[in-house]
């Protein structure tokens, strides 16, 4: 069973930095798709960054600039470095990896990270 676990999130001002963390179980391959998806109240989950392949990113246009996807397969991880950060950041952030073996997905999720932005 894949398993993903975020770390990372907190309370941060206006304008500062945060480093999110996520680990997987089990080897990661560049094949799997690698993802940070967010959620705040009221608002449906939103794509923040994504590794569609080791090489092939793709971020949300309101993050264009700030935010830095990396992943470290041997390490089983991945890391968004969040900087200049806005309030309207604030939200669960996700760890969501996708699988393929032999031409079939399967997709699993993490349990979350809370990122507060506020002064």
């Known amino acids: 069973q894949v398993q993903l676990v975020e770390s990372g999130g907190g309370l941060v001002q206006p304008g500062g930095s945060l480093r999110l963390s996520c680990a997987a179980s089990?080897?990661?391959?560049?094949?799997?798709?690698m993802s940070w998806y967010r959620q705040s109240p009221g608002r449906q989950r939103e794509l923040v960054a994504q590794?569609?392949?080791?090489?092939?990113?793709h971020y949300a246009d309101t993050v264009k600039g700030r935010f830095t996807i990396s992943r470290d397969n041997a390490k089983n991880t991945m890391w968004l470095q969040m900087n200049n950060l806005k309030p309207e950041d604030t939200a669960v952030y996700y760890c969501?990896?996708?699988?393929?073996?032999?031409?079939?997905?399967?997709?699993?999720w993490g349990r979350g990270t809370q990122v507060t932005v506020s002064s």
């Open positions: 590794f569609i392949h080791d090489t092939n990113i």
């Open positions: 089990g080897r990661i391959f560049g094949t799997d798709e």
């Open positions: 969501h990896r996708v699988v393929w073996r032999s031409g079939v997905p399967s997709t699993y």
